[in-house]
């Protein structure tokens, strides 16, 4: 299968732009470990799971990226 790039640039473009907006508007929140040295806040997973659901919608058909060594890192959708 062939991906044209010119139909995914634009989407791509969307996905930043969310996540200009929540790293603009947000406050950091909470810093929690990620793992020996990695560190993230409120805002990371805010933009993590706002990005993912939107290429989600945006590109359904598409694979999508995994991240190794998430297990146990809290996504902002399961914090309270």
């Known amino acids: 299968m062939t991906i044209d790039a ?3 640039l634009p989407i ?3 996905a930043v732009s969310i ?4 790293i603009r508007t947000k406050a950091p929140g909470v810093v929690t470990a ?4 990695d560190m993230a ?5 805010a933009v993590e799971h706002a990005v993912r ?3 989600s919608r945006e590109t359904p058909t598409r694979d999508k ?8 890192a ?3 959708a399961t914090r309270p």
């Open 6 to 8: 010119r139909t995914l």
């Open 12 to 14: 791509a473009e969307r």
């Open 19 to 22: 996540a200009s907006e929540i």
């Open 34 to 37: 990620k793992g020996d040295r």
């Open 41 to 45: 806040t409120e805002v990371d997973y």
């Open 53 to 55: 659901e939107f290429l």
């Open 65 to 72: 990226p995994s991240r190794p060594g998430r297990a146990g």
């Open 74 to 76: 809290r996504s902002a």
